[in-house]
T-cell receptor
Framework: EDQVTQSPEALRLQEGESSSLNCSYT??????LFWYRQDPGKGPEFLFT???AGEEKEKERLKATLTKKESFLHITAPKPEDSATYLC???????????FGKGITLSVRP | GAGVSQSPSNKVTEKGKDVELRCDPI?????LYWYRQSLGQGLEFLIY????????KSGLPSDRFSAERTGGSVSTLTIQRTQQEDSAVYLC?????????????FGPGTRLTVL
């Protein structure tokens, strides 16, 4: 059974204070690892897909990286508008479904 | 273009009543997924459709839950004889196709409250 664990559960940063969010996973035959952002009362918004270990993707202040056991979402010089819950999910084997972690709630103070 | 839409956005019902939740996927997307997000829990997979067929129903929690999709487009998730533990946000997602790694795009969700 695929499993995803995200840590920490919550993270409070000062504006401009860079940090990383962790996603550890176990999956049989990784087909893709996904990062989503979710704002309160809204559905998840797609950020990145990573397919193989060593792959990196960037978007504005965010960079996602992938190893064989975990993924990191690095946030460089965050702003208050980066405050949200960040979700990690994996798709593996013959499954089409995504298996999600519980998410990391990020709060960035001005 | 338009994203995934869901209706209603909020639904309050009494225990024992039946409810229907609707999802309208992105035009041209052949795969459609239902997930449930409970307080303090991650998103849990319920069922997915490829076209009008449901190859994976493994996440449906009981036989009170059912879903259908018609015309390869709109899907309805039905919960019969609702229980308080059914209270959650029900999220729908769609992708170009299932069977390989296609990004799933989510709707805004339906918040269900069972009193």
């Amino acid at each position: 059974e695929d499993q995803v664990t995200q840590s920490p559960e919550a993270l409070r940063l000062q504006e401009g204070e860079s940090s990383s969010l962790n996603c550890s996973y176990t999956v049989s035959g990784l087909r893709g690892l996904f990062w989503y952002r979710q704002d309160p009362g809204k559905g998840p918004e797609f950020l990145f897909t990573l397919y193989s270990a060593g792959e990196e993707k960037e978007k504005e202040r965010l960079k996602a990286t992938l190893t064989k056991k975990e993924s990191f979402l690095h946030i460089t010089a965050p702003k208050p508008e980066d405050s949200a819950t960040y979700l990690c999910a994996v798709q593996g084997g013959a499954n089409s479904k995504l298996t999600f972690g519980k998410g990391i709630t990020l709060s960035v103070r001005p | 273009g338009a994203g995934v839409s869901q209706s209603p956005s909020n639904k309050v019902t009494e225990k024992g009543k039946d409810v229907e939740l609707r999802c309208d996927p992105i035009s041209g997307h052949t795969a459609l997924y239902w997930y449930r997000q409970s307080l303090g829990q991650g998103l849990e997979f319920l069922i997915y459709f490829q076209g009008n067929s449901a190859p994976d129903k493994s996440g449906l929690p009981s036989d009170r839950f059912s879903a259908e999709r018609t015309g390869g487009s709109v899907s309805t998730l039905t919960i019969q004889r609702t229980q308080q533990e059914d209270s959650a946000v029900y999220l729908c997602a769609s992708s170009l196709a299932a069977g390989h790694t296609d990004t799933q795009y989510f709707g805004p969700g339906t918040r269900l409250t069972v009193l």
